[in-house]
């Protein structure tokens, strides 16, 4: 297998590693039973969005935190907020000495290579224009506390980090509101969404 599969393996197969995890589903014409005849469901999304099924956003227990939408597109913070890689199909990003590396597969008749291409100050900007437009049409959208009534996503899942909740405790989560932790989760996403987006510097340790 090409490094760059593995590495994009690598990468959608951490979001079950996520502790504290949302997802959720785009509601399509069939379950859309509730929602206003009057209602568009694909203009209710941003166009960049209309063609998503998924979104995922889940946190590690470091504070990394990851969204991904389908298996095309993903990003990854660390707990400062800033971005550490991102994953556009087909091509790998990582952040190198304050700009974006790009990593892509190219093969040929006797094997497959990865190439590295480290961003330009304008690629990057503009690679970072597009990341941030998605972010922030991604927490316009699930911010809203009628996005399943109007028929764009849904929550579907959760998972939270049980390890953390002492046995005489774990009855106090019956009594929490059900959408909690997606709603902390959005509440980071928007976090990001208000401040420029920074390369994030190599973790302690790594040169």
């Not at 951490?14 to 203009?43: F, G, H, K, M």
């Not at 597969?105 to 941030?132: C, K, M, P, V, Y």
Request: hydrophobic share 40%.
């Amino acid at each position: 297998m090409a490094r760059q599969e593995a590495d994009h393996d690598d990468l959608f197969s951490e979001a079950i590693a996520l502790i504290s995890r949302a997802l959720w589903r785009r509601i399509r014409t069939a379950d859309t039973e509730n929602v206003p005849q009057s209602a568009d469901v694909d203009e209710l999304a941003p166009a960049r969005l209309q063609s998503v099924d998924e979104i995922l956003i889940g946190t590690r227990a470091n504070g990394w935190l990851s969204i991904y939408w389908d298996q095309s597109w993903m990003v990854q913070f660390n707990e400062m907020n800033q971005l550490r890689r991102a994953y556009v199909d087909p091509c790998l990003y990582r952040a190198q000495g304050g700009t974006l590396s790009r990593l892509t597969r190219h093969r040929d008749q006797h094997e497959t290579s990865l190439l590295r291409h480290d961003l330009h100050e304008a690629e990057l900007h503009s690679f970072l224009a597009s990341i941030s437009q998605r972010l922030r049409e991604t927490f316009a959208l699930l911010d809203r506390p009628d996005s399943a009534e109007l028929g764009t996503f849904r929550l579907v899942s959760m998972v939270h980090p049980m390890d953390s909740i002492q046995p005489q405790d774990a009855g106090q989560l019956e009594k929490m509101d059900s959408t909690f932790l997606a709603r902390s989760l959005v509440t980071r996403l928007g976090q990001i969404c208000c401040q420029k987006l920074v390369i994030a510097e190599p973790p302690r340790g790594r040169h």
